[in-house]
């Protein structure tokens, strides 16, 4: 079976830092493109980065960009997202997710095959 396990959401202050860690199984991870999304309530899901299962090439939206890295350990089968300079804004249900479009870097949910859970995000004084 194919599992993408989220982890290490939590409550941060604003200015402070979180690493999300997303471990996967049951597929080929080497040959995918892995990314993170999020959801806060009442807002649509945005993708916040991705790597590619080619070369580790790395999308970032505007939002994020700067703040965030996406990084991949592929002996682990694990995906690591390092978040510093948390705002309130960034406040939401985080996702993992896995393309099997191994030279993709688009950030798009429609393109993406599996998923995994939610790990949550608070970024409050």
């Known amino acids: 079976d194919v599992q993408l396990q989220a982890s290490g959401g939590g409550l941060e202050q604003p200015g402070g830092s979180l690493r999300l860690s997303c471990t996967a199984s049951?597929?080929?991870?080497?040959?995918?493109?892995i990314a993170w999304f999020r959801q806060a309530p009442g807002k649509e899901r945005e993708g916040v980065s991705c790597?590619?299962?080619?070369?580790?090439?790395?999308t970032y939206p505007d939002s994020v960009k700067g703040r965030f890295t996406i990084s991949r350990d592929n002996a682990k089968n694990t995906i690591y997202l390092q978040m510093n300079g948390l705002q309130p804004e960034d406040s939401a249900d985080y996702y993992c997710?896995?393309?099997?479009?191994?030279?993709?870097?688009?950030?798009?949910?429609?393109?993406?095959?599996?998923w995994g859970q939610g790990t949550l995000v608070t970024v409050s004084s």
């Open positions: 997710a896995a393309d099997s479009a191994m030279f993709s870097t688009v950030i798009t949910a429609g393109e993406y095959d599996y």
């Open positions: 049951g597929f080929s991870f080497d040959d995918y493109s």
């Open positions: 790597i590619n299962g080619n070369d580790g090439s790395t």
